[in-house]
């Protein structure tokens, strides 16, 4: 599980006393880099800018916020895709961001869409265990509403030679807590390298509204679900983990000195880590005669 060695995130040295760094200083530099890395980026692809799914939430504000600040509010398009109608407070919120960011917005409405996929396709699937397992259909009808996201953002990235930005932060992306190809089929994730205890950080740092910062973290898949209900333990709770156990690579048992976790739950978590790996790396292929090496980087 463990992959490399960092311990710059820490205002301190021993596991009691260590935090996340989220004095101005440090702030300022991740905001910097993030937007480097941007510029960059969408610079080498040669693209015009960039669009985001806008939900109302704190990681796609922030990201667009950080996008409009490396490219500038007229490379950033905004899109707000709201499903249900229970939404709407939120999709109102993102159109209020998009016009404070002075970006271009536009609002899709996805009920059609789902309901005309539902009616070709899902209903074939319904089976007798829907009703005593509602979150499972629910869980495949969440993810399949973040693909029709994917898709519309991907539309328009065809269209005005865009790069799709993800939102994901790196609690969610450790633990494998987005939908594959869904909202993780992006082209880069700004605030990817973010715990999200950092994303809250930095968000107050650059000025996101505090009501959105203080939102409860939700998929939106079914009313009531949060992150932390689905995943058994709360960010605050999870973060200093996950930096100790993957960036310190420090076993499960030194990992949970002196934090609110208890042992049972850091092992599910590792587990999570673990067995979402898919999510994060590209398919894997047999490797015949070597061959799994897709190539990208040439010797000059
Ligand atoms: N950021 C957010 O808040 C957010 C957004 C979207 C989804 N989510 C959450 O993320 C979860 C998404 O659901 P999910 O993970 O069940 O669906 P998923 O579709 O993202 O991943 C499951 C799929 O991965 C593939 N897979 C599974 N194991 C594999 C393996 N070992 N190797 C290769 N491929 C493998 C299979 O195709 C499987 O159907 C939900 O819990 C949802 O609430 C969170
Ligand atoms: N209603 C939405 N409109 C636009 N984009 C959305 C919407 N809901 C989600 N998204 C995008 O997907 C990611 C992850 O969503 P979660 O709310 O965390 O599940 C979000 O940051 C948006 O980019
Ligand atoms: O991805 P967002 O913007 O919807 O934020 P959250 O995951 O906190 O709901």
Redesign the pocket.
């Known amino acids: 599980m463990c992959v490399h060695k960092r311990s710059s995130v820490y205002q301190n040295g021993d596991n009691e006393k260590r935090s996340f760094r989220t004095d101005r200083r440090h702030l300022e530099r991740v905001r910097e880099r993030i937007a480097g890395h941007l510029r960059a980026t969408v610079d080498d692809a040669g693209a015009n800018g960039v669009v ?6 704190i ?2 504000t922030l ?1 667009a916020t950080l996008a409009v600040e490396a490219l500038g509010g007229d490379s950033v398009v905004g ?5 249900h109608k229970t ?1 709407r407070p ?2 109102v919120e ?1 159109r209020t961001i998009a016009e404070g960011l002075g970006i271009e917005f536009h609002e899709i409405h996805l009920r059609p869409l789902l309901e005309a996929f539902e009616e070709a396709f899902t209903s074939r699937f319904e089976s007798p265990a829907d009703g005593t397992r509602p979150n499972e259909r629910n869980r495949a009808l969440g993810n399949a509403v ?1 693909r029709l ?1 994917m898709l519309c953002a991907y539309y328009v990235s065809n269209r005005q030679s865009r790069l799709v ?4 932060n790196r609690s ?1 992306l450790l633990l494998g807590y ?1 939908t594959k190809f ?2 993780g089929g992006v082209d880069v994730n700004p605030i990817g390298d973010l715990y999200k205890t950092e994303v809250r950080a930095l968000a107050r740092r650059v000025g996101v509204p505090r009501r959105i910062v203080s939102k409860e ?5 079914w009313a009531g679900q949060t ?1 932390a209900d689905e995943l058994g333990v709360s960010y605050e709770r999870v973060d200093p983990f996950l930096a100790r156990v993957v960036d310190d690579c420090q076993p499960i048992d030194d990992a949970i000195d002196g934090l609110e976790i208890d042992r049972e739950t850091a092992s599910d978590v590792a587990d999570l880590v673990v067995e979402t790996a898919h999510k994060r790396s590209p398919p894997p292929t047999p490797g015949i005669d070597g061959r799994s090496d897709l190539g990208g980087r040439f010797d000059s």
């Open positions: 985001v799914g806008m939900s109302g939430g990681d796609s990201t899109l707000g895709m709201p499903v939404e939120h999709a993102a973040a996201r930005l993800g939102t994901a969610e987005f869904g909202d973290p939700t998929a939106g898949f992150d």
